[in-house]
């Protein structure tokens, strides 16, 4: 580390201890500790750069997401108000709003072969998710008893939907409603870090075939070139010309998406999920040329709408008091050891007859109890930008990455558990 990078850090640290102890030790002994909404903002954007820095100074071995998840915990055990979110300005409905827009954008950088030839992903992830259910209902259901374990097993194949599916169901059961949403909201400190060794493993060894000429850029594209060069077939749009491309134009594109994706929900009365239109949405617009390809970085907004997301997942974390992790943390710590055993079992060596490397079909499968986006984004951008020593090669990365952890957080936390828990309350609640 040079002494400009020290110098670097001792300035973040001696900020953040400043902010810190004005908020918790001055305020208190003014007898003023209440935060107005640019002070609850900052207090959470610097948890995130908190774990950036973190993940940056270890080279991605620690996981930002893992750190600032950390921080947001013991925040609101001390000096975090569980309502800092409502605090900060931001509304009940932006964040979700601001995720259907993310995951449009997502799709965008997609196309239609591409997301055809992600039925590996899908296999792999299916088989992970079966992993769950066969170790979790057999060894764990001797372990902690058939209640807990089928309450815990949605929460585990998947996201925030069927962790709230199992708690309606086992209403009434306070300790089971606590298990339901424990699972969703703690598995992550499992998973991120696995995924994230994963990814360094699988990154470190697509970059030693790039660096040595055995595979390019357009491998990884399926032969395609750049997809700005690139013409799709499908598109029936003219190009939109410079003038017309501003912010204000490309954004309310992408609302149009968004809106339509909400619609076809509801055609489907909620069977496929809007997030799942939104993805495909996303793909077919940027295909037929109705939309730009990366739309919010077009229009110089990608960071506000992550911040946002990221600052809603981890208030999240308020539920996660002193009390709930002393009631369930033993059956927590069995149930996911025996979910990830069960990942491993099945996705990684039905992944290696399908073509995948033994770390690419691990990372696939436990996007399961990754819970799907933004982690899926957040974890693959993180691999790829600190792995890469250039444009290229975190291109490179982020092709290989993305496609696969989106799909996997897609067919997991959006709709294969989904189905999985309503399968399970109607056997046994």
């Known amino acids: 580390m040079t002494k400009k990078d020290s110098s670097l850090y001792l300035v973040i640290i001696v900020v953040i201890a400043s ?16 935060l107005n909404a640019s002070e609850a903002f900052m207090l959470m954007l610097a948890a995130l750069a908190i774990g950036e820095v973190v993940s940056i ?20 055990w001390t000096i975090f108000p569980k309502d800092i979110l409502e605090i900060s300005g931001i509304g009940k409905s932006m964040p979700g709003l601001f995720v259907m827009i993310m995951v449009t954008h997502l ?77 969703y909201v703690l598995q992550g400190f499992v998973g991120f870090p696995l995924i994230n060794l994963c990814l360094k493993i699988e990154g470190k060894n697509v970059l030693t075939r790039y660096r040595t000429g055995e595979i390019s850029l357009e491998d990884i594209n399926g032969g395609k070139k750049d997809k700005k060069e690139t013409k799709s077939s499908l598109r029936i749009f003219p190009e939109t010309s410079g003038q017309y491309k501003t912010d204000y134009i490309i954004l309310l594109k992408t609302l149009v998406l968004v809106v339509i994706s909400g619609y076809l929900q509801n055609l489907t009365n909620g069977v496929v999920s809007k ?33 946002i997301i990221m600052m809603f997942v981890f208030a999240g974390l308020s539920s996660v008091t002193i009390e709930v992790l002393k009631s369930i943390i033993i059956n ?9 055993i069960g990942i491993a079992l099945l996705s990684i060596p039905i992944g290696k007859k399908i073509g995948l490397s033994k770390s690419m079909a691990f990372a696939i499968g436990l996007g399961s109890i990754a819970g799907g986006f933004p982690a899926s984004y957040v974890l693959s951008n993180e691999a790829a930008k600190l792995l890469s020593d250039n444009d290229n090669e975190y291109e490179l990365l982020l092709e290989h990455f993305l496609p696969k952890t989106l799909v996997s ?15 399970f309350v109607s056997l046994f609640f």
Request: aromatic fraction near 10%; include cysteine; proline fraction near 2%.
């Open 19 to 34: 902010l810190l102890g004005y908020f918790t030790i001055y305020k208190n002994i003014m007898g003023e500790y209440s």
């Open 57 to 76: 100074r270890t080279k991605a071995a620690i996981p930002s997401i893992f750190i600032t998840a950390g921080i947001f915990i013991i925040g609101f």
């Open 107 to 183: 799709g965008t950088m997609l196309d239609k072969d591409e997301l055809v030839a992600q039925w590996k992903t899908v296999v792999v992830t299916l088989a992970g998710m079966a992993g769950v259910c066969l170790m979790v209902m057999t060894v764990g259901r001797l372990l902690v008893g058939t209640e807990v374990a089928a309450t815990a097993t949605p929460p585990l194949t998947g996201g925030l939907v069927s962790a709230i599916i199992m708690q309606g169901a086992v209403e009434g059961n306070e300790y089971l409603v606590v298990i339901a949403m424990a699972m």
């Open 275 to 307: 997030y799942v239109f939104a993805l495909l949405v996303g793909v077919l617009a940027a295909e037929t040329g109705f939309i730009e390809r990366k739309p919010l970085e077009t229009s110089r907004s990608f960071g506000l709408f992550i911040t």
């Open 332 to 340: 927590f710590i069995i149930l996911i050891v025996l979910a990830t």
């Open 409 to 423: 957080g897609f067919v997991s936390a959006t709709s294969g558990s989904v189905i999985i828990a309503g399968l």
